[in-house]
């Protein structure tokens, strides 16, 4: 399998770097994790964006959805026009979401406005989700608002992925990403954050690099960063305390596992 990384900058851009978007590609399959604003142009160097075999969003803060709403758009006007629908899988409550934006954007038109191009489903985040060959479970984590986590397993992948999507560090994601190959983590919170522990939302490198250091991954991509904080700096503190390879998103970057 290969994940390439369609942002990973935290909450607002990084210059030249959208935020949250992640494609894995193999076993005949495309699935993207979330679409954050600036990630659909990156998409397009990677993969026809009318082949996509779902795109699964972790919560529904704009920096993971904005530009869902664009590809409505490319799927919508692009001259050469999708085969079919694609599959959009949302956290629960994204339906409302999606019916409240096609009132918002849609005018006359909002009847059907996303459901035209994409074939818009909740996930059970208690249940498995099969897409293709792969196999995504889901568990919460601790943000500002509900979010999920998600791991996928495909059968030629050299073991399983886990997202973390936005979590603060009172989530014990431990178990539930224990014995995967790739972690891809949020340090959005920086080296040095002020919130309160308890009340956190973000990670901060070094509680990235424990995360990956207690599951024995592989393989850490460290995501969700601003660039103010200084990239080399949240590397440095997650490398003190994760012994295996660490990278750091940036848009195409792409790992092989
Ligand atoms: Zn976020
Ligand atoms: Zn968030």
């Known amino acids: 399998m290969r994940l390439t990384v369609l942002g990973g900058s935290a909450a607002g851009v990084n210059t030249g770097q959208g935020c949250a978007g992640f494609l894995m590609q193999g076993d005949g399959v495309s699935i993207v994790f979330d679409l954050g604003p600036g990630t659909l142009p990156e998409l397009r160097r990677h993969a026809?964006?009318?082949?996509?075999?779902a795109i699964v969003v972790?919560?529904?803060?704009?920096?993971?959805?904005?530009?869902?709403f664009a590809l409505r758009f490319a799927l919508a006007y692009n001259p050469i026009p999708p085969r079919c629908k694609t599959r959009l899988v949302l956290p629960p409550g994204g339906r409302a979401l999606?019916?409240?934006?096609?009132?918002?954007?849609g005018g006359d038109e909002r009847?059907?406005?996303?459901?035209?191009?994409?074939?818009?489903?909740?996930?059970?985040?208690?249940?498995?989700?099969?897409?293709?060959?792969?196999?995504?479970?889901f568990t919460p984590t601790v943000h500002y608002v509900p979010c999920w986590a998600i791991r996928l397993a495909a059968p030629?992948?050299?073991?399983?992925?886990?997202?973390?999507?936005?979590?603060?560090?009172?989530?014990d994601l431990v178990p539930?990403?224990?014995?995967?190959?790739?972690?891809?983590?949020?340090?959005?919170?920086?080296p040095t954050p002020e919130e309160p522990v308890g009340r956190r939302g973000h990670l901060t490198p070094e509680e990235a690099g424990l995360l990956a250091e207690r599951t024995g991954a592989r393989l850490l991509l460290l995501t969700h960063l601003w660039e103010e904080h200084g990239r080399e700096r949240s590397a440095a503190q997650a490398a003190a305390v994760f012994s295996g390879r660490?990278?750091?998103?940036?848009?195409g970057l792409a790992i092989e596992w």
Do not use: C, M, N
């Not at 009847?111 to 479970?137: C, H, K, M, N, S």
């Open 48 to 53: 026809d964006f009318r082949d996509l075999d």
């Open 111 to 137: 009847l059907g406005y996303f459901d035209q191009v994409f074939a818009i489903e909740e996930y059970d985040p208690a249940a498995a989700l099969a897409i293709g060959p792969a196999t995504l479970r």
């Open 156 to 171: 030629s992948a050299g073991g399983d992925l886990t997202y973390t999507a936005d979590t603060g560090p009172t989530a």
């Open 98 to 105: 999606f019916d409240g934006a096609a009132t918002l954007f």
């Open 176 to 190: 539930f990403a224990s014995g995967s190959a790739v972690l891809v983590v949020e340090a959005g919170a920086g």
């Open 246 to 251: 660490l990278e750091l998103a940036r848009p």
């Open 58 to 68: 972790s919560h529904l803060h704009l920096d993971h959805i904005l530009d869902l």
